[in-house]
């Protein structure tokens, strides 16, 4: 079954403690979950935000290949700002307490030819409190002619029973697409939102991590995994679903934060399935799978810039590496610390591994992670990486600017590794190095 994806990480993971998107962040990623493959992109709340407002202005511009904006708003709110951001796409909420309002509402977004996803608040508590009430809430929506009935456990707090239970019933009274938004106050929202696709629902919605206001929000990271991988819905697709794990990461790095390594599918603590492999690469049986481990261990690296006078600054590298127990040493020069160990890196694998010379860096980004250490500040480094079909990012963290921006190099050499375990050149005679 085809199912629907809507990504709030831009305006409802905008909620979460200590997140926040500029509008060239938001700009970016929606590029990246574009590329992706999801559906609607749920970017700002444009009336209560000039940001948001500015964002979608300078959205115009950008080509996308697939997915739609969509800009929030309430059913009672004026509606000039959600015209004026211009996206195909509309996501209006309300409540019980607008039953009157939002067959109007909805009619006149439909009369300017906008897409419109209806969210119903709180409606797995109204229907608890009052089935009518909030059956008549989805009726007057559907008259409207909303496209999208999607349902809101918006305070987390129900059981995937009660959710497919009530799902099951709003599937009967109503065809077309049927939408689930939940919210982890309990822990539950990706089984919330698995018991509603199963009930027959083709909509998911949620941010990527599990962002979000108090608790967050579905993760869609595991949410589109679980879809794929153990349910055979089709979401994504296998080719683009290999791409998850980079797309984690790089909304964590926009975020902030390092992505946790105990997240479902794309932290490095799921599976013993190698560093960095893409999701999509994972087996159905994770049982089955065998610590690949990284295809090599660094021994040591050394990078010393010399600056005499006012010459331009020189940099060299060295790099030492252990593979399959052959010692393996490189050397390079570069206009600064990072290229220098670049290209170390690369000329001393790349005999091996031809594949690490097909991409290149497409952005490098540091944030101060503890502002109050001042110089001695933890450091959280985000490198892009592009190789002319996909873009990707890795992050390193440490005290050492030098050090993390290592890790982020290492561990895009790994991911390349991974994503063609096959291609090993037999190792060259090392025997000198003995």
């Not at 199912?3 to 905008?14: E, F, K, N, P, Y």
């Not at 709110?77 to 909805?106: K, M, N, Q, W, Y």
């Not at 707090?157 to 309990?186: M, T, Y």
């Not at 600064?336 to 160990?341: D, I, Q, V, Y």
Request: proline share 4%; charged share 25%.
């Amino acid at each position: 079954m085809r199912i629907q994806v809507l990504d709030s990480t831009l305006r409802d993971g905008a909620l979460g403690e200590g997140v926040h998107f500029t509008i060239d962040d938001k700009l970016r990623l929606t590029l990246e979950l574009d590329r992706f493959g999801i559906d609607f992109i749920e970017a700002g709340w444009p009336a209560t935000s000039l940001e948001d407002a500015e964002f979608f202005r300078q959205a115009r511009s950008l080509q996308l290949n697939h997915a739609r904006l969509s800009a929030y708003g309430g059913v009672r709110s004026r509606i000039e700002p959600l015209l004026d951001a211009a996206t195909p796409v509309v996501t209006v909420f309300a409540g019980v307490e607008d039953i009157d309002a939002i067959a109007h509402g909805v009619r006149r977004l439909k009369g300017e030819g906008r897409h419109v996803i209806f969210l119903a608040k709180s409606f797995f508590d109204s229907f608890r409190a009052n089935h009518y009430l909030a059956l008549r809430m989805l009726e007057a929506a559907k008259s409207g002619g909303a496209d999208v009935l999607s349902l809101c456990d918006t305070a987390g707090g129900s059981l995937p029973g009660r959710i497919a239970e009530v799902c099951r019933e709003v599937r009967k009274r109503f065809d077309g697409v049927l939408g689930i938004h939940a919210h982890n106050d309990g822990g539950l929202a990706v089984a919330n939102t698995l018991a509603a696709v199963e009930a027959g629902f083709t909509q998911v919605e949620g941010c990527m991590n599990g962002y979000g206001e108090r608790c967050g929000c579905a993760n869609l990271a595991t949410i589109v995994a679980d879809l794929e991988l153990k349910l055979g819905h089709q979401v994504v697709g296998p080719k683009k679903l290999a791409g998850l794990t980079a797309l984690a990461r790089t909304i964590a790095g926009a975020v902030g934060k390092p992505l946790d390594s105990r997240a479902p599918f794309v932290g490095s603590g799921a599976f013993p399935h190698g560093h960095g492999e893409p999701v999509g690469n994972i087996p159905e049986r994770s049982d089955q799978n065998q610590p690949a481990g990284p295809p090599f261990e660094v021994s040591s690296y050394e990078v010393r810039t010399r600056v005499v006078g006012r010459t331009q600054p020189l940099s060299e590298a060295s790099v030492t590496l252990v593979l399959n127990g052959d010692v393996l040493t490189g050397a390079a020069q570069g206009v600064g610390p990072l290229e220098a160990l670049d290209l170390a890196l690369r000329e001393t694998i790349s005999p091996l591994f031809p594949s690490v010379g097909r991409f290149w860096l497409r952005d490098y980004r540091v944030r101060v992670l503890d502002r109050l250490a001042g110089t001695a500040a933890k450091v959280l480094v985000d490198v892009d990486w592009e190789d002319g079909e996909r873009v990707w990012t890795t992050s390193g963290m440490s005290e050492n600017i030098l050090s993390a921006s290592w890790e982020a190099l290492v561990e895009a050499i790994y991911q390349e590794l991974a994503r063609d375990p096959k291609e090993f050149r037999a190792t060259p005679d090392t025997s000198w190095a003995v």
